[in-house]
Each structure stands twice: as structure tokens, then as C-alpha cells.
T-cell receptor, first 109, second 115 residues
Framework: GQNIDQPTEMTATEGAIVQINCTYQ??????LFWYQQHAGEAPTFLSY??LDGLEEKGRFSSFLSRSKGYSYLLLKELQMKDSASYLC??????????WGAGTKLIIKP | DTGVSQDPRHKITKRGQNVTFRCDPI?????LYWYRQTLGQGPEFLTY????????KSRLLSDRFSAERPKGSFSTLEIQRTEQGDSAMYLC?????????????FGPGTRLTVL
């Protein structure tokens, strides 16, 4: 079967760094996406990885290891506005997105 | 605004009524997806279209749900004889499938409350 696992909830302090992990088992792989979703809003795109390694975009970085079926999203210099859910999604062999349940990130002052 | 739009943004209905939602994708996108999302969960796939063809429906989708995409442009999702368990956020997304990339752009969603 297809499965995406990520922690349900994480807490971090403003100004700190947090790493959100995602492991996956899917039929085929055409890339991994991270989306951010604030409460009551639609998901918005953060990053895309299709090759192994680290992709950096400002305060956010995303890492992929295809052999391990593993990715993480790294958020640096946390701000209160980063409080949101972070969704990991894998594009399968039909370019369908298989979604994790999301990680709710709580930022404390 | 050239993003994905959905209408209505909120819908309150009584159990047993029919409801219809509309999604207008980004104009050059060839794929359109419908998802359902409940609190604390990721989006749950319902169905998707490539141009006007409906290519896949979730096995979880009951016969009360139907979707159309006439002419490969906007899409509608209809729920007949609504039940309280249908209360959720219904998200529409569109994408332009290429060999290497399939970022989905989401609309703001329609929040359905069934009383």
C-alpha cells in the first residue's frame, strides 16, 4: 500500500530551528512536495525535491533521500507566522499526490 | 487574479439536501483535482480530471458524489442527499503535468456544514 508518515505535532521556540520528518512508501516516485497550511486556509507550495540532496529557499530547506524513502523540512529563524500545518506529499507513478496527515507546528515566544 | 477560484466559500445545508460546488482552475492547467479535508488530516483525494476526462475516482467516494468538467475548463462537484459526515472542507487544485513536475495549486476551498 501507499503510506506517508509524519509527526502529528511539534513545538518550537521563536528564533530557533525545527526539522519536520517525513517517511514514505509509494508505488512509483515523481518527486516529493512540502506544503504549508494555515488554519482554515488552503495549502500553499513550499518546496519540491526529486533528486537526493538539500534544496534551500531562504529560511526553509528540504532534504530528500530516495533510497531511504525519507525527507525533512528544515525551518530556520522561526517566526510566529510559521505556526501552521506542514504537509508532505509524494507524486506517484501517475503524478498523483499521496498526502501525509500533516504536522502541526506550534511556535512559542 | 489568475489563481484557482472556488465558489461558494461556505455552504450550510440541511441533511438530505443536494449541494453543488464550482472550481475554476488556472486557465492553462490540464489537470483538476478535488479533495476533501477534515480537521487535523491531510487532503483526501476524491477525483481528478485530465482535460475533460475524469481519469480516477477514489474508492471511498460514494455514489452520492459526482463531478464534471465540461469542455475541460471549470469543474463542478455535486453531493446528493447530504449527510452530516459530509461536513468538511472541499478543496480544488489544478496543475500542468509535465515530465518532471506536477505542482498543484489550490483554491481557497469550500467549507460545507451539514446540519
Amino acid at each position: 500500500g501507499q503510506n506517508i508518515d509524519q509527526p502529528t505535532e511539534m513545538t518550537a521556540t521563536e528564533g530557533a530551528i525545527v526539522q519536520i520528518n517525513c517517511t514514505y512508501q509509494t508505488s512509483g516516485f515523481n518527486g516529493l512536495f512540502w506544503y504549508q497550511q494555515h488554519a482554515g486556509e488552503a495549502p500553499t507550495f513550499l518546496s519540491y525535491n526529486v533528486l537526493d540532496g538539500l534544496e534551500e529557499k531562504g529560511r526553509f530547506s528540504s532534504f530528500l533521500s530516495r533510497s531511504k524513502g525519507y525527507s525533512y523540512l528544515l525551518l530556520k529563524e522561526l517566526q510566529m507566522k510559521d505556526s501552521a500545518s506542514y504537509l508532505c506529499a509524494v507524486s506517484d507513478s501517475n503524478y498523483q499526490l499521496i498526502w501525509g496527515a500533516g504536522t502541526k507546528l506550534i511556535i512559542k515566544p | 487574479d489568475t489563481g484557482v477560484s472556488q465558489d461558494p466559500r461556505h455552504k450550510i445545508t440541511k441533511r438530505g439536501q443536494n449541494v453543488t460546488f464550482r472550481c475554476d482552475p488556472i486557465s492553462e492547467h490540464n489537470r483538476l483535482y478535488w479533495y476533501r479535508q477534515t480537521l487535523g488530516q491531510g487532503p483526501e483525494f476524491l477525483t481528478y480530471f485530465q482535460n475533460e476526462a475524469q481519469l480516477e475516482k477514489s474508492r471511498l467516494l460514494s455514489d452520492r458524489f459526482s463531478a464534471e468538467r465540461p469542455k475541460g475548463s471549470f469543474s463542478t462537484l455535486e453531493i446528493q442527499r447530504t449527510e452530516q459526515g459530509d461536513s468538511a472542507m472541499y478543496l480544488c487544485a489544478s496543475s500542468l503535468v509535465s515530465d518532471t513536475y506536477n505542482e498543484q495549486f489550490f483554491g481557497p476551498g469550500t467549507r460545507l456544514t451539514v446540519l
